[in-house]
């Protein structure tokens, strides 16, 4: 409503403008003029702080991309593969800091983010795991929170096959694809092209 107004303002504003009668005297014509840009003004800023005052909607895609599931496997993944020496050990209270499960439900969101079909299974199956991991620590159950860690660890596919010095086990920049995060600080590799 209030573009509709601003809009209206600077018509008639350009109307009065138009209408001016050229036999005027010149002072007369440099009022009238002058009035006419002051309420052109008025639309014009009318109608841009409307913009600020109503802004648009967003739309936004959520960001479900191949590069958000990359980017939160490499920076959530290596942090839950941290938690095995803990889990071996049988040390409960790594379980208890909220940043762990929230590492877990980060990880999950971001590496089935893409709603395939495929994603939603894995997320479901995932989803209980967590559940089955955290009721274990709080239960103090050394075996269930083994066998539902190392099943997590197996759906989520965090342990892979990678290899640094493996042919092709980089992207075209010759450094490896973990390269630059936690992962990658780990066992930084460049890739030999000469090989």
Request: net charge positive; proline share 2%; charged share 25%.
């Amino acid at each position: 409503m209030l573009k509709f107004i601003a809009f209206l303002a600077v018509f008639i504003a350009v109307a009065n403008a138009y209408q001016m009668n050229l036999k005027m005297s010149s002072n007369d014509f440099t009022k009238k003029f002058t009035k006419a840009f002051g309420i052109i003004g008025m639309g014009a800023s009318i109608l841009g702080s409307s913009a600020v005052l109503f802004p648009s909607p967003a739309f936004a895609d959520g960001a479900s991309s191949i590069s958000t599931v990359y980017r939160g496997r490499n920076y959530y993944g290596p942090k839950i593969l941290k938690l095995e020496e803990a889990v071996n050990k049988g040390d409960f209270s790594a379980f208890e800091d909220k940043k762990v499960a929230s590492t877990f439900k980060l990880f999950i969101s971001e590496t089935t983010s893409r709603n395939t079909l495929r994603d939603q299974e894995v997320r479901g199956a995932e989803n209980r795991l967590q559940d089955t991991i955290f009721e274990a620590a709080k239960t103090k159950d050394a075996s269930k929170l083994k066998s539902a860690y190392a099943e997590f660890i197996k759906v989520a596919d965090l342990k892979s096959d990678y290899k640094l010095s493996e042919k092709g086990a980089s992207d075209s920049s010759g450094f490896a694809p973990t390269y630059g995060t936690e992962r990658g600080y780990n066992a930084i590799g460049i890739y030999d092209k000469k090989k």
